[in-house]
């Protein structure tokens, strides 16, 4: 925007809370002790939030609860697209000329950590939308149960999405990477988290599909842009559809409302 001055600024939305400092802050400690319908509103927000970004060939590429913010409506939006790049041809198979991997931004001397990203970026294959559907299938499970990863040695004791993930440097964070690549998820979690019986059913065969190792058998983060049925399904259950490739337009990218340019 300009002002009378021609004075350049930029409006933000103010967010109060990250997804992270809000599980967090659960009562008593323990996120099984937030409202299930929260936990489920929230996924589903960001869920739809990683769908427009894709619908405009992006991908977001660091998708995790410190990315996303809380508005003063309590929904949640989908922040900081610095690790963002517009993808030139979007999963279109057997076509590797101009595409990015991580090995990108190496080149703009930006250290990126790697401990817990999708499998074929730990593998240094290129990036694809299928990188945000894993971190969403990440998140999603964190969001519904407290736990930093489904890829986690053990559970036990954690309390949070803070702290109990294997860092980057340590032998935790590089026996959880190796976990990652093989696909040895667990998500038992879900069945201790306080979730009515038909989401954890539900939450379970989504995030099954979404963490999958081979980025070709993930569903897409698409949403469906038909008007929705009187009583539509829960959620998790119609968050994915398929959908064909999408090209990349010369057009800016200009983020809906579920979408913060951080």
């Known amino acids: 925007h300009l002002d009378g001055n021609d004075a350049v600024f930029t409006a933000m939305e103010r967010c109060g ?13 323990e996120v099984a002790n937030l409202n299930p319908k929260e936990r489920v509103d929230a996924a589903a927000a960001i869920v739809a939030a990683v769908a427009d970004v ?9 998708i995790k609860p410190d990315n996303c913010l809380r508005a003063s409506t309590g929904e949640f939006k989908l922040a900081d697209l610095g690790l963002g790049v517009r993808m030139k041809d979007a999963d279109s198979a057997g076509k590797t000329s101009g595409r990015y991997s991580m090995t990108t931004f190496a080149g703009y001397c930006v250290n990126v950590q790697m401990t817990g990203r999708p499998p074929e970026v730990l593998r240094g294959d290129a990036l694809t939308t299928a990188v945000d559907v894993w971190s969403l299938g990440s998140l999603v499970y964190t969001t519904l149960t407290g736990y930093p990863s489904p890829y986690a040695e053990s559970n036990a004791g954690g309390k949070g999405p803070v702290g109990g993930s294997g860092g980057a440097d340590t032998i935790a964070g590089l026996y959880e990477n190796q976990r990652i690549i093989k696909g040895a998820f667990n998500l038992n979690a879900l069945e201790t988290a306080k979730l009515p019986r038909h989401v954890v059913a539900a939450a379970r065969h989504v995030v099954h599909d979404m963490l999958q190792p081979d980025p070709r058998d993930r569903p897409t983060a698409l949403k469906q842009k038909t008007p929705q049925p009187r009583r539509p399904k829960h959620p998790l259950q119609r968050t994915m559809t398929p959908t064909r490739s999408r090209h990349e337009s010369d057009s800016v990218f200009c983020p809906p409302r579920s979408v913060l340019l951080t």
Do not use: F, K, T, Y
């Open 54 to 62: 894709h619908a405009a060939s992006v991908v977001h590429n660091d």
């Open 17 to 29: 809370e990250s997804l992270s400092q809000w599980l967090s802050n659960a009562p008593d400690g």
